[in-house]
């Protein structure tokens, strides 16, 4: 059995355009789309009428509830500040009734069970929380207590935007001369240990962004699960991360042509930003801005000013934009 695993399409039409090519060369027998099809670039719609035509399995991630949630009660209470919300102001004023009904009817959360192989629950975060994200250098003793709870021993999660592909185990035992309220030593980045048995152990798989992926390499990214045996790979799937190279510049061009550069302010540009340098350049904004005393959102044009003098970090994005 052989899956594919995309995530955080992030509206990205030609990245996801490409990924959709290479599927037809690998032939997987079904498709999970892990959240985040949509915002900020400016092909959410065209993303959505894509997915809504196949047979793929897809769960919601936080941006699906960025729009479900505007104008409501569940909105986060600065969404109607078009500095930090522009992005989705521009969303909201485009989509169509019938795919917001699409995402309205999706789960949040799927447990896939295929004839002859071990199940595989798939969250945007964690079940029940889709902003949980995780990364392939993180300690074991950050994740396990994230994921513990999680019966499934493969776990397809996302919303970090970079490839993830680990194997973590909860051990039956503690060391002895360790501090006995300290369940940290218990939590074993791997699967075999010679001396101490797993009472536990997960596959944590992140296929990366198909969209907008953060690890410094702009190409479209997903995996390919195969199913093996649990004598060669615990929990039962065997993943190949996938990276693909494609043309980004029409979709940097719609940032200009759409509008969303004016509209969308300050985090636009920043989203623009992410996908010229496949860096996580609102994180490094918002960093900045704590570290030299700045309030990031009350003035956000002033405090963006100050960070491109600060950093020349426009001048670096402008030396590496293909457009």
């Known amino acids: 059995m052989r899956i594919a695993a995309l995530a955080d399409i992030h509206g ?8 959709v090519a290479e599927l037809e060369k690998l032939q997987p027998d079904y498709v999970i789309v892990d959240g985040d099809l949509i915002n900020p670039i400016p092909f959410s719609g065209e993303v959505l009428d894509f997915v809504r ?30 500095q930090r919300w522009g992005c989705l102001h521009w969303l909201v004023d485009r989509i169509e009734p019938a795919q917001i009904l699409y995402l309205a009817a999706l789960p949040d959360e799927r447990t896939l069970y295929f004839p ?46 970079v490839q ?6 909860l051990l039956d035992t503690v060391d002895p001369f360790a501090d006995p309220h300290d369940e940290s030593n218990r939590y074993f980045d791997g ?31 997903f995996a390919i699960l195969d199913s093996a045996p649990e004598s060669e790979e615990p929990g039962g799937w065997r993943v190949t991360l996938q990276r693909i190279e494609y043309d980004r510049r029409p979709a940097l061009e719609a940032f200009h042509t759409s509008g969303l550069l004016e509209i969308g302010g300050v985090i636009a540009q920043l989203f623009y930003w992410e996908l010229v340098s496949a860096e996580p350049e609102i994180i490094h904004y918002y960093q900045w801005c704590r570290a030299h005393g700045v309030d990031p959102d009350a003035e956000m044009e002033t405090a963006f000013a100050a960070y491109r003098e600060a ?9 590496q934009d293909p457009l």
């Open 116 to 161: 002859g192989t071990q199940p595989i629950r798939v969250a945007h975060g964690v079940p029940g929380r889709n902003r949980v994200g995780f990364y392939q250098e993180m300690p074991a003793d950050k994740i396990v207590p994230e994921i513990r709870s999680i019966r499934e021993r493969t776990l397809i999660s996302a919303h970090t935007h």
């Open 53 to 82: 035509q196949t047979d793929w399995a897809v769960v919601r991630g936080n941006h699906e509830f960025y729009l479900l949630d505007f104008g409501t009660t569940r909105a986060a209470t600065d969404s109607d500040d078009p």
């Open 12 to 19: 990205n039409l030609p990245a996801l355009q490409a990924v």
């Open 164 to 169: 993830v592909d680990r194997h973590l185990s």
């Open 311 to 319: 950093t020349r970090r426009d001048q670096t994005i402008a030396a």
């Open 191 to 221: 699967y075999v240990n010679a001396h101490r048995s797993p009472v536990a152990h997960w596959h944590l798989i992140n296929p990366g962004s198909v969209g907008l992926p953060l690890n410094g390499d702009p190409r479209a990214q």
